[in-house]
Protein backbone atom coordinates (compact mmCIF):
# COMPACT_ATOMS: atom_id res chain seq x y z
CA UNK A 1 0.00 0.00 0.00
CA UNK A 2 1.60 3.17 -1.27
CA UNK A 3 1.51 6.32 1.78
CA UNK A 4 -0.38 8.45 0.35
CA UNK A 5 -3.44 6.13 1.68
CA UNK A 6 -1.81 6.59 5.04
CA UNK A 7 -1.33 10.08 4.72
CA UNK A 8 -4.74 10.66 3.48
CA UNK A 9 -6.17 8.48 7.03
CA UNK A 10 -3.98 10.80 8.81
CA UNK A 11 -5.23 13.79 7.44
CA UNK A 12 -8.83 12.72 7.88
CA UNK A 13 -8.18 11.37 11.85
CA UNK A 14 -6.64 14.84 12.07
CA UNK A 15 -9.13 16.77 10.78
CA UNK A 16 -12.14 15.13 12.89
CA UNK A 17 -10.55 13.91 15.95
CA UNK A 18 -6.77 16.13 16.49
CA UNK A 19 -3.12 15.55 16.24
CA UNK A 20 -3.52 13.35 19.34
CA UNK A 21 -6.04 10.81 18.19
CA UNK A 22 -3.66 10.16 15.61
CA UNK A 23 -0.45 9.51 17.72
CA UNK A 24 -3.08 7.45 20.34
CA UNK A 25 -4.11 5.45 17.00
CA UNK A 26 -0.41 4.98 16.13
CA UNK A 27 0.45 3.40 19.39
CA UNK A 28 -2.67 1.46 19.60
CA UNK A 29 -1.68 -0.26 16.08
CA UNK A 30 1.80 -0.24 17.23
CA UNK A 31 3.07 0.76 14.20
CA UNK A 32 5.99 3.12 13.86
CA UNK A 33 3.94 5.95 11.66
CA UNK A 34 6.41 7.93 9.59
CA UNK A 35 4.80 7.65 6.27
CA UNK A 36 6.27 9.48 3.25
CA UNK A 37 3.37 9.35 -0.12
CA UNK A 38 5.74 7.29 -2.39
CA UNK A 39 6.97 4.84 0.46
CA UNK A 40 5.75 1.19 0.13
CA UNK A 41 4.15 -0.34 3.48
CA UNK A 42 2.14 -3.04 4.57
CA UNK A 43 -1.28 -3.65 3.77
CA UNK A 44 -1.39 -5.04 7.39
CA UNK A 45 -0.22 -1.74 8.91
CA UNK A 46 -2.89 -0.04 7.36
CA UNK A 47 -5.41 -2.36 8.67
CA UNK A 48 -4.10 -2.50 12.67
CA UNK A 49 -4.53 2.03 12.05
CA UNK A 50 -8.10 1.02 10.93
CA UNK A 51 -8.68 -1.30 13.32
CA UNK A 52 -7.14 1.04 16.39
CA UNK A 53 -9.30 3.93 14.63
CA UNK A 54 -12.45 1.33 14.91
CA UNK A 55 -11.64 1.03 19.01
CA UNK A 56 -11.40 5.02 19.61
CA UNK A 57 -14.31 5.74 17.45
CA UNK A 58 -16.86 3.04 18.39
CA UNK A 59 -17.40 3.10 14.40
CA UNK A 60 -16.92 -0.88 12.89
CA UNK A 61 -13.85 -0.92 10.84
CA UNK A 62 -16.34 -1.03 7.42
CA UNK A 63 -17.32 2.40 8.83
CA UNK A 64 -13.65 3.88 9.55
CA UNK A 65 -12.52 2.54 5.99
CA UNK A 66 -16.15 4.20 4.13
CA UNK A 67 -15.64 7.48 6.41
CA UNK A 68 -12.06 7.98 5.53
CA UNK A 69 -12.56 7.34 2.02
CA UNK A 70 -15.36 9.71 1.44
CA UNK A 71 -13.35 12.86 3.39
CA UNK A 72 -10.31 11.31 1.43
CA UNK A 73 -12.13 13.59 -1.75
CA UNK A 74 -11.82 16.70 -1.16
CA UNK A 75 -7.80 16.60 0.01
CA UNK A 76 -8.03 14.33 -3.29
CA UNK A 77 -9.66 17.20 -5.14
CA UNK A 78 -7.25 19.74 -4.22
CA UNK A 79 -3.92 17.90 -4.81
CA UNK A 80 -5.00 16.57 -8.35
CA UNK A 81 -7.70 18.74 -9.46
CA UNK A 82 -7.04 17.74 -13.15
CA UNK A 83 -8.10 14.26 -12.33
CA UNK A 84 -11.46 15.84 -11.25
CA UNK A 85 -11.79 18.83 -13.53
CA UNK A 86 -12.51 16.70 -16.34
CA UNK A 87 -15.71 15.38 -15.20
CA UNK A 88 -18.88 16.72 -14.30
CA UNK A 89 -20.77 14.23 -12.07
CA UNK A 90 -19.81 10.61 -11.22
CA UNK A 91 -21.12 8.61 -13.89
CA UNK A 92 -18.30 10.02 -16.22
CA UNK A 93 -15.66 10.08 -13.30
CA UNK A 94 -15.78 6.08 -12.49
CA UNK A 95 -14.57 5.58 -15.56
CA UNK A 96 -11.88 7.32 -15.23
CA UNK A 97 -10.35 5.62 -12.39
CA UNK A 98 -8.67 2.72 -14.83
CA UNK A 99 -8.16 5.35 -17.97
CA UNK A 100 -6.89 8.07 -16.47
CA UNK A 101 -6.40 8.19 -12.66
CA UNK A 102 -5.10 4.74 -12.22
CA UNK A 103 -2.40 4.83 -15.08
CA UNK A 104 -1.22 8.40 -13.41
CA UNK A 105 -1.38 6.48 -10.01
CA UNK A 106 0.97 4.15 -11.21
CA UNK A 107 3.53 6.81 -12.78
CA UNK A 108 3.19 9.14 -9.22
CA UNK A 109 4.10 6.29 -7.26
CA UNK A 110 6.18 3.46 -8.59
CA UNK A 111 4.68 -0.05 -7.31
CA UNK A 112 1.86 0.95 -6.80
CA UNK A 113 -1.08 -1.70 -7.18
CA UNK A 114 -4.36 0.10 -6.92
CA UNK A 115 -7.67 -1.85 -7.53
CA UNK A 116 -9.78 -2.21 -11.13
CA UNK A 117 -12.97 -1.21 -11.29
CA UNK A 118 -15.12 -2.40 -13.54
CA UNK A 119 -17.94 0.02 -14.23
CA UNK A 120 -21.23 -0.18 -16.45
CA UNK A 121 -24.73 1.16 -16.40
CA UNK A 122 -27.50 -1.21 -14.48
CA UNK A 123 -31.08 -2.10 -15.44
CA UNK A 124 -32.75 1.11 -13.35
CA UNK A 125 -30.06 3.74 -14.10
CA UNK A 126 -27.55 3.04 -11.83
CA UNK A 127 -23.92 2.24 -11.85
CA UNK A 128 -22.65 -1.29 -11.47
CA UNK A 129 -18.88 -1.33 -9.81
CA UNK A 130 -16.98 -4.16 -9.68
CA UNK A 131 -14.08 -3.43 -7.54
CA UNK A 132 -11.29 -6.34 -8.20
CA UNK A 133 -8.15 -5.61 -5.44
CA UNK A 134 -6.33 -8.67 -3.12
CA UNK A 135 -6.84 -6.31 -0.31
CA UNK A 136 -10.39 -6.28 0.01
CA UNK A 137 -10.86 -2.97 1.16
CA UNK A 138 -13.91 -2.22 -0.91
CA UNK A 139 -15.50 -0.26 1.84
CA UNK A 140 -12.98 2.56 1.23
CA UNK A 141 -14.29 2.60 -2.50
CA UNK A 142 -17.42 2.83 -1.23
CA UNK A 143 -16.42 5.76 0.88
CA UNK A 144 -14.58 7.58 -2.42
CA UNK A 145 -17.09 6.90 -4.42
CA UNK A 146 -19.27 8.55 -2.16
CA UNK A 147 -17.35 11.10 -1.65
CA UNK A 148 -17.01 11.93 -5.42
CA UNK A 149 -21.21 12.20 -5.42
CA UNK A 150 -20.16 15.04 -2.84
CA UNK A 151 -17.94 16.44 -5.05
CA UNK A 152 -20.38 17.11 -7.89
CA UNK A 153 -22.86 18.06 -5.74
CA UNK A 154 -24.42 14.36 -6.12
CA UNK A 155 -26.72 12.85 -3.86
CA UNK A 156 -25.71 8.73 -4.43
CA UNK A 157 -26.30 5.70 -2.13
CA UNK A 158 -24.36 2.40 -2.35
CA UNK A 159 -25.64 -1.44 -1.91
CA UNK A 160 -22.63 -4.19 -1.88
CA UNK A 161 -24.75 -6.95 -4.53
CA UNK A 162 -21.38 -9.00 -3.92
CA UNK A 163 -18.61 -9.18 -1.46
CA UNK A 164 -15.53 -11.18 -2.02
CA UNK A 165 -15.44 -11.34 1.73
CA UNK A 166 -18.53 -14.35 1.29
CA UNK A 167 -16.85 -15.84 -1.28
CA UNK A 168 -17.64 -14.17 -4.54
CA UNK A 169 -14.59 -13.74 -7.02
CA UNK A 170 -14.68 -9.89 -6.55
CA UNK A 171 -17.05 -7.01 -5.34
CA UNK A 172 -19.91 -5.55 -6.88
CA UNK A 173 -21.49 -2.08 -6.07
CA UNK A 174 -24.88 -0.85 -7.50
CA UNK A 175 -24.43 3.14 -7.13
CA UNK A 176 -27.71 4.93 -7.33
CA UNK A 177 -27.28 8.57 -8.18
CA UNK A 178 -30.23 10.80 -6.54
Same mark, same amino acid.
Given at each position: ?10 ? !? !???? @?????? &? ?5 ? &? ?12 ? %? ?9 ? /? ?5 ? %? ?14 ? /? ?9 ? %? !? ?13 ? !??? +? ?12 ? &?? /?? #? ?6 ? @?????? +??? #? ?9 ? /? ?11 ? #?????? +? ?5
Amino acid at each position: MKGIIFNLVEE !V !VTND @HGHDAW &DDILAAA &DVHGAYTAVGSYSD %DELLAIVGAAS /QATGLSE %DDVLRHVGRQSVPPLA /QRYPEFFSLHR %D !VRTFLPSLNSVIHPE !VRK +LYPGAQPPHFGISN &DE /QG #GILMEYHS @HRGMCR +LAE #GLTLGAADHYG /QSASIEHVQCKRD #GAAHCV +LRVTLE
